[in-house]
């Protein structure tokens, strides 16, 4: 045991700062053994770090190639990058959901001790991670206050939590509408709700990891609420949650990202860092294969403006 509670890679249980068990029994895994080997640095404060993953669905039908990034507590990251280039699958990675045919995913303390995301049993990753998908697989009529509540299900009870997450996403007048009768923006609204109740409130504590991970959650939404979103996010960040974001549309990108990560559309991260410089259209010209202008909006964030197709040899190395 390391001095926090934290777990170096081969025991087996654990506890957060906050006193919560963490970790349960180690389970097999394609990739066991101690974290933090050579050639790979942690990046303290806590993280969600990929070391080097590789995944794919199929054999020889690599998805993601070599991808080696953080997403740090507390700030936003958004992940960029053409169809089927592999945002999703990083995503679902990160959460825990599936697991790398190579490398290894883990949440780092600020020590730089560390667990496989998909090894913490999940009562006790829910505490830490909230995921989001692009499209709800609910298929009961629930009303959308118990839909949010859910969030809550691993976490313990918290009617304060569900109240403010909900006014966070703009959905307490749909409060006792069934979730199956609300359009697909109304639905992605309640489903971000869920997922900001899950991490604040009862139990929350600002020295224990959260991350929010979302699959393009702007893709339904109107404006106007697509704007609520990113404000909402960026407040959960003030807060200490770490926020990971999918999206197509660069110029919210822009205006979220605190750090951005540019994929190919080989799975290969062609370029990570600070958002202002991945987000630029030189970096953006090579991932995407088309030309891009920064436009100046006369305060805050430029819009990043798509203004040709460019021929597919020169974007590939």
Request: glycine share 14%; hydrophobic share 40%.
């Given at each position: 045991m390391v001095p926090g509670g934290w777990i170096r890679g081969g025991e087996s249980s654990g506890r957060f700062p906050d006193g919560h068990r963490v970790y349960g029994p180690r389970r097999i895994s394609p990739n066991p053994g101690d974290l933090g080997g050579p050639g790979f640095t942690y990046h303290p404060p806590v993280t969600i770090a990929c070391d080097s993953v590789d995944f794919a669905f199929s054999a020889g039908t690599p998805v993601l190639r070599g991808v080696t990034c953080s997403a740090r507590a507390g700030r936003t990251l958004v992940i960029v990058g053409p169809n089927g280039a592999g945002k999703s699958t990083l995503l679902r990675l990160m959460a825990g959901l599936i697991e790398p045919t190579e490398g290894r995913v883990v949440l780092v303390a600020p020590d730089g001790s560390g667990r496989s995301v998909a090894s913490i049993e999940p009562p006790d990753r829910a505490r830490h991670v909230a995921y989001v998908a692009q499209r709800s697989s609910l298929a009961f009529g629930f009303p959308a206050r118990r839909v949010v509540g859910m969030g809550r299900h691993a976490v313990g009870a918290d009617s304060d939590a569900v109240g403010e997450a909900m006014r966070m996403m703009?959905?307490?007048?749909?409060?006792?509408?069934?979730?199956?009768?609300?359009?697909a923006g109304q639905q992605q609204r309640v489903s971000i709700a869920r997922a900001i109740a899950q991490l604040i409130g009862r139990g929350s504590d600002a020295r224990c990891p959260r991350f929010l991970l979302a699959d393009e959650p702007l893709a339904?939404?109107?404006?106007r609420h697509a704007l609520r979103t990113l404000d909402a996010f960026r407040g959960l960040?003030?807060?200490g949650v770490g926020v990971v974001v999918v999206m197509h549309d660069l110029t919210a990108s822009l205006r979220l990202g605190d750090d951005a990560i540019a994929i190919d559309e080989r799975g290969r991260i062609r370029n990570q860092g600070d958002a202002s410089e991945v987000l630029g259209p030189g970096t953006l010209e090579g991932v995407f294969g088309v030309v891009f202008e920064s436009v100046g909006l006369g305060g805050g964030s430029p819009a990043i403006v798509p203004r040709r197709a460019v021929d597919v040899n020169r974007i590939r190395p």
């Amino acid at each position: 045991m390391v001095p926090g509670g934290w777990i170096r890679g081969g025991e087996s249980s654990g506890r957060f700062p906050d006193g919560h068990r963490v970790y349960g029994p180690r389970r097999i895994s394609p990739n066991p053994g101690d974290l933090g080997g050579p050639g790979f640095t942690y990046h303290p404060p806590v993280t969600i770090a990929c070391d080097s993953v590789d995944f794919a669905f199929s054999a020889g039908t690599p998805v993601l190639r070599g991808v080696t990034c953080s997403a740090r507590a507390g700030r936003t990251l958004v992940i960029v990058g053409p169809n089927g280039a592999g945002k999703s699958t990083l995503l679902r990675l990160m959460a825990g959901l599936i697991e790398p045919t190579e490398g290894r995913v883990v949440l780092v303390a600020p020590d730089g001790s560390g667990r496989s995301v998909a090894s913490i049993e999940p009562p006790d990753r829910a505490r830490h991670v909230a995921y989001v998908a692009q499209r709800s697989s609910l298929a009961f009529g629930f009303p959308a206050r118990r839909v949010v509540g859910m969030g809550r299900h691993a976490v313990g009870a918290d009617s304060d939590a569900v109240g403010e997450a909900m006014r966070m996403m703009d959905v307490e007048a749909l409060a006792d509408r069934p979730f199956h009768t609300l359009s697909a923006g109304q639905q992605q609204r309640v489903s971000i709700a869920r997922a900001i109740a899950q991490l604040i409130g009862r139990g929350s504590d600002a020295r224990c990891p959260r991350f929010l991970l979302a699959d393009e959650p702007l893709a339904a939404l109107d404006p106007r609420h697509a704007l609520r979103t990113l404000d909402a996010f960026r407040g959960l960040a003030e807060r200490g949650v770490g926020v990971v974001v999918v999206m197509h549309d660069l110029t919210a990108s822009l205006r979220l990202g605190d750090d951005a990560i540019a994929i190919d559309e080989r799975g290969r991260i062609r370029n990570q860092g600070d958002a202002s410089e991945v987000l630029g259209p030189g970096t953006l010209e090579g991932v995407f294969g088309v030309v891009f202008e920064s436009v100046g909006l006369g305060g805050g964030s430029p819009a990043i403006v798509p203004r040709r197709a460019v021929d597919v040899n020169r974007i590939r190395p």
